[in-house]
């Protein structure tokens, strides 16, 4: 990476921090968010617990961060929203590498810059909710995923079945809809590249 597109880089991530921790305690929580509070309050089984009675209807990984957040620095509306602002941070460079490793830097650039100056990823980053982690994990797995596409080999096959398993406990939802378009893009590419297509199947079924 060039000296040029490394300052562009930074300071699109400088950006996108900005917008993502302007302000981040003034509104107060919203319905759903103080939800997520109650729930987090609670023990990892008292959590589990309330998982089960459907208090919400998602994976519970977010939650035990959270959990062990509030623990570490206390409850806010600033400490609640700040942990998810930080990983959209990591999303936008999660994007830059992903659109650099399918095209080029250039568009890498472009697309760490929309998505840092985009008001729905800016709005829906900033809540005490699965949104951000759910982000940045399908675009650590599909980077992942991309990657062992190249090169069939254990490194990045272990860290792509990693993440759809970090996914997979963060959002029921998303690791479906991820294999779903691999698994068509498998089904054209089969007959050429039957190694790669046997790695990734392997991966994805563990």
């Known amino acids: 990476m060039s000296r040029r597109n490394t300052l562009i880089l930074t300071g699109i991530v400088t950006l996108g921090a900005f917008f993502l921790l302007y302000r981040l305690g003034d509104l107060s929580l919203s319905v759903d968010?103080?939800?997520?509070?109650?729930?987090?309050?609670?023990?990892?089984?008292?959590?589990?617990?309330?998982?089960?009675?459907?208090?919400?209807?998602?994976?519970?990984?977010?939650?035990?961060?959270?959990?062990?957040?509030?623990?570490?620095?206390?409850?806010?509306?600033?400490s609640a929203r700040l942990p998810w602002s930080l990983v959209s941070i990591?999303?936008?460079?999660l994007v830059?590498?992903?659109?650099?490793?399918l095209l080029d830097e250039r568009a890498g650039l472009v697309a760490a810059a929309l998505t840092a100056t985009a008001p729905t990823f800016v709005l829906y980053s900033r809540f005490d909710k699965y949104y951000a982690l759910?982000?940045?994990?399908?675009?650590?797995?599909?980077?992942?995923?991309?990657?062992?596409?190249?090169?069939?080999?254990?490194?990045?096959?272990?860290?792509?079945?990693?993440a759809l398993a970090a996914l997979l406990y963060t959002d029921?939802?998303?690791?479906?809809?991820?294999?779903?378009?691999?698994?068509?893009?498998?089904?054209?590419?089969s007959r050429d590249r039957r190694r790669q297509c046997r790695r990734i199947l392997g991966f994805l079924a563990a």
């Open 134 to 162: 759910t982000m940045a994990l399908f675009l650590a797995a599909a980077l992942a995923g991309t990657r062992l596409w190249r090169r069939p080999a254990f490194g990045p096959g272990a860290w792509y079945a990693a």
């Open 96 to 101: 830059y590498r992903l659109g650099a490793t």
């Open 90 to 93: 990591l999303s936008i460079v």
């Open 33 to 78: 968010e103080f939800v997520n509070v109650q729930i987090e309050r609670g023990t990892w089984p008292e959590i589990l617990a309330d998982l089960r009675r459907g208090e919400d209807l998602h994976p519970p990984l977010s939650h035990a961060v959270m959990s062990a957040w509030f623990r570490l620095v206390g409850e806010s509306e600033w």
């Open 172 to 189: 029921y939802l998303a690791p479906a809809s991820l294999v779903l378009g691999q698994g068509l893009l498998l089904v054209f590419l």
